[in-house]
């Protein structure tokens, strides 16, 4: 049973396209995130929700929305994509907001 | 500004020896740290960690040392096997309570037979 899962894995398109990546945890957690790990494999918080609260908002551009419908999802909307989106990005949770955090299997999107 | 760093991009070592990856920090807000480990096309794992309060917690083969004076950890791992073979990150969470971890840029640990 996947604990913290994504879809989809791979994503391929072209600049200026309105892009989600879904998010769904089945660990009973309250807590879930957003990470961005650029070309230079860095892992940078983007969001943190915690009961559907937004609670980390980190520099991103707002081209990026996310959206947590209810604490077992996660999902990321990008809007107008460019180059520099280029990036894995992973979805995590955690019970609270200092537990240890669980993360899922990347997407990596690519952006043409 | 990097926070938390791990200098050595990668490190080989043989297997049944020791394995020693390095971490520093520089904030002295952080107060509890941890470390991932990461193989290809997966995210990282949790595989240990330790609060400020303390200076070393052993699990098994892993070992963490902190040493605040320095902002310096290290992971040990004793002894080392192929399958220990991945990406390791360090990371660092202040204790301003949103859970956010400051990640390092990872160590690639290979493990050869």
């Known amino acids: 049973d996947t604990a913290v899962s994504q879809t989809p894995k791979y994503l391929v398109t072209q600049m200026g396209n309105d892009k989600s990546i879904k998010c769904e945890q089945n660990?009973?957690?309250?807590?879930m995130y957003w990470y961005k790990q650029d070309s230079k494999k860095f892992l940078k918080i983007m969001f943190s929700?915690?009961?559907?609260?937004?609670?980390i908002n980190e520099t991103v551009p707002n081209r990026f929305s996310p959206k947590s419908p209810d604490k077992a999802h996660l999902n990321l909307h990008i809007n107008s994509l460019e180059l520099g989106d280029s990036a894995v990005y992973f979805c995590a949770s955690s019970n609270g907001r200092t537990d240890t955090q669980y993360f899922g299997p990347g997407t990596r999107l690519t952006v043409l | 500004d990097q926070q938390v760093k791990q200098n050595s991009p990668s490190l080989s070592v043989q297997e049944g020896r020791i394995s020693i990856l390095n971490c520093d920090y520089t904030?002295?807000?952080?107060?509890?740290f941890l470390w991932y480990k990461k193989y290809p096309a997966e995210g990282p794992t949790f595989l240990i960690s330790i609060s400020s309060i303390k200076d070393k917690n052993e699990d098994g083969r892993f070992t963490v040392f902190l040493n605040k004076s320095a902002k310096h950890l290290s992971l040990h791992i004793v002894p080392s096997q192929p399958g220990d073979s991945a990406v390791y990150f360090c990371?660092?969470?202040?204790?301003?309570?949103?859970?956010?971890?400051?990640f390092g840029q990872g160590t690639t640990l290979q493990v050869k037979p």
């Open positions: 904030n002295s807000m952080f107060d509890y």
């Open positions: 660990l009973g957690h309250d807590t």
């Open positions: 990371a660092a969470r202040s204790a301003s309570n949103t859970g956010k971890l400051i």
């Open positions: 929700y915690n009961n559907k609260e937004l609670i």
